[in-house]
Structure formats: C-alpha cells, structure tokens
C-alpha cells in the first residue's frame, strides 16, 4: 500500500508517500505559483512515486462537501488565481487513484487524532496559529461541519482591555482571532517576525491572551478531550499562561478538567500534522 499526501498551501505544497506504516518514503517541497503549474509539478511526483490513494488538505476557502458539484475546489481565496481552482479534479483525471480532500487545519487535526496527541481521546480540536488561524474538529472520526468547513479563526474575539491595534484580517480587522494574534499580527505590531523576537517579549503576552479565549470557547462549544495547538507561533514557553488565562477567563462557570491534559501541543515533528492526516484519510478510502 501507498499513500500520497498534498499539504496545499499559499506559499508551498509539501507533497509526499508513505507506506502503511505511515513511513515517509517520498517528500518534496514545491513553490505555490499558478495553479497549473503547482498542480502539473504534484502531478509528476506522484507519476515518479505512484499511490494508491491520495489525500489532500488545502488552504481556504474550499468546497469539501463529496456530493457538491464543486467539491475539491478552492473558493473565493485572497490568493492570486487560486479562486474558484478545481485542485482534485486534475489530479484524479492524471493519476487514476481515490482523492480525500479536506482543508490542511482539518488534515491536521486528523493526523493528531489518529496518530498524535489524540490517539486516546474520541473528541479533538486542533488549532493552527501561524501565517492564519484555523481550527479543525473531530468527533468519533468525523469531521464536525455543516453546510462547509468550520472557520473558528475568523470567530470574533473580545481585545484586550487596552490594546488599540487595528488588526490584520482584511474582512473583520481587530474583532477576529487571526487579526489579532497570527503570524502577520505579531509582525504587523512589532515590525518584527515573531520568530526574531525573544519569547519575553510583550507580545507574547497579548498572543496567549487571545489564543486563551480561542481555547476557552472552544471547550464551551465543544467540549473536547483534547486540544492541540500547532503552527509557528505558539511555543510551550507560552503554554502556561495560556492555560492561567483560560482559568481566569472561565471564571469557575464549567468544572474545567486539567488543563496540562487538556490543552497541548502538536506531537508531531516538524509541523508534520497534516501530512500524516492526509496519509490516514488516504488509507481510509482504501480500507472503506
């Protein structure tokens, strides 16, 4: 058996096989430039490393719903060109092998639940706090969503009593999480990338206050038994306060289980949630 992994991106595509064992046997990096070029260099991958199934999670807006007449494409993105791209389609038609396709926070919360942090629990929710902030959330091996993928980044946030910036997110400025507190946040508040600047620094601060209200109304709406946090900027120097915040924040209301359970990082090396995801959503379509 093998499984292919596509982790779509605005910046890059980590494409990849593994065995059954979910052991890396083919990875390459390619630059996310037009559509069709980025599709046909995944396309000659996977001819140079034929699978048996492929799974994919992509950035977003994206159509994942299998009965939609638009399922595998990406939406209405910010991202030059991508807008309205029909992803599985070529790729299906080139390879002749089974596709899954959800989006990369929803691949990676799928790869901590089956081979991560979440291997013990029924109920998952993983959060990415990078370049954006997304959430993806798994109940009994399924997907939790309706009528499309969740967009728990783009919830609205209270801002912290004080702080007077202006935001980031182009749709909702300083009222939503990935305003506030992701990757272009930080550098947009200090002129420097977060991964330049020392852990001590204010900011970090601000990052676990809002980081600790995404958490807190997570468990509020879902009560998982797990939640994992991944991406670049969260680190475990900021982990306790998140959780002191999250205690202040709930205030006694709901009977909070140990927040060192509860609330993690991602157990898997090198920001590789979504790979292994995709890898299991693959085999998942084999196996029926």
């Given at each position: 058996?093998?499984?292919?992994?596509?982790?779509?991106?605005?910046?890059?595509?980590?494409?990849?096989?593994?065995?059954?064992?979910?052991?890396?046997?083919?990875?390459?990096?390619?630059?996310?430039?037009?559509?069709?070029?980025?599709?046909?260099?995944?396309?000659?991958?996977?001819?140079?490393?034929?699978?048996?199934?492929?799974g994919i999670g992509s950035f977003g807006p994206a159509e994942i719903?299998?009965?939609?007449?638009?399922?595998?494409?990406?939406l209405n993105t910010p991202k030059p060109n991508w807008a309205q791209?029909?992803?599985?389609?070529?790729?299906?038609?080139?390879?002749?092998?089974?596709?899954?396709?959800?989006?990369?926070?929803n691949a990676s919360a799928y790869g901590e639940y089956m081979l991560?942090?979440?291997?013990?629990?029924?109920?998952?929710?993983?959060?990415?706090?990078?370049?954006?902030?997304?959430?993806?959330?798994?109940?009994?091996?399924?997907?939790?969503?309706?009528?499309?993928?969740?967009?728990?980044?783009?919830?609205?946030?209270?801002?912290?009593?004080?702080?007077?910036?202006?935001?980031?997110?182009?749709?909702?400025?300083?009222?939503?999480?990935?305003?506030?507190?992701?990757?272009?946040?930080?550098?947009?508040?200090?002129?420097?990338?977060?991964?330049?600047?020392?852990?001590?620094?204010?900011?970090?601060?601000?990052?676990?206050?809002?980081?600790?209200?995404?958490?807190?109304?997570?468990?509020?709406?879902?009560?998982?038994?797990?939640?994992?946090?991944?991406?670049?900027?969260?680190?475990?120097?900021?982990?306790?306060?998140?959780?002191?915040?999250?205690?202040?924040?709930?205030?006694?209301?709901?009977?909070?289980?140990?927040?060192?359970?509860?609330?993690?990082?991602?157990?898997?090396?090198?920001?590789?949630?979504?790979?292994?995801?995709?890898?299991?959503?693959?085999?998942?379509?084999?196996?029926?």
């Amino acid at each position: 058996m093998r499984l292919g992994s596509i982790e779509a991106g605005g910046t890059k595509f980590i494409v990849a096989v593994a065995d059954e064992n979910y052991r890396i046997l083919a990875r390459r990096r390619i630059p996310t430039t037009t559509p069709a070029e980025t599709l046909a260099a995944c396309i000659s991958f996977f001819q140079e490393n034929p699978v048996n199934a492929l799974g994919i999670g992509s950035f977003g807006p994206a159509e994942i719903k299998r009965d939609s007449p638009h399922f595998g494409t990406i939406l209405n993105t910010p991202k030059p060109n991508w807008a309205q791209v029909d992803v599985v389609g070529p790729l299906k038609q080139a390879l002749q092998v089974p596709a899954a396709f959800t989006t990369d926070v929803n691949a990676s919360a799928y790869g901590e639940y089956m081979l991560g942090a979440g291997k013990k629990v029924n109920s998952l929710i993983y959060f990415t706090v990078g370049t954006g902030i997304g959430g993806g959330a798994i109940q009994d091996g399924h997907f939790i969503g309706g009528r499309s993928h969740t967009e728990m980044g783009h919830a609205f946030v209270k801002p912290y009593s004080g702080d007077d910036f202006k935001g980031v997110c182009p749709y909702h400025g300083n009222q939503c999480f990935e305003g506030m507190a992701s990757g272009p946040a930080i550098e947009a508040r200090t002129g420097q990338r977060g991964e330049d600047l020392e852990r001590s620094a204010d900011v970090f601060k601000l990052i676990s206050y809002y980081t600790a209200q995404l958490v807190l109304a997570a468990y509020l709406n879902f009560t998982p038994e797990k939640i994992v946090l991944g991406g670049s900027v969260i680190s475990q120097t900021e982990l306790p306060q998140i959780r002191k915040v999250v205690r202040e924040l709930n205030n006694g209301y709901v009977d909070l289980p140990d927040l060192d359970q509860l609330l993690v990082l991602t157990s898997i090396p090198d920001n590789g949630a979504a790979t292994m995801g995709n890898f299991a959503l693959a085999r998942r379509l084999l196996e029926g």
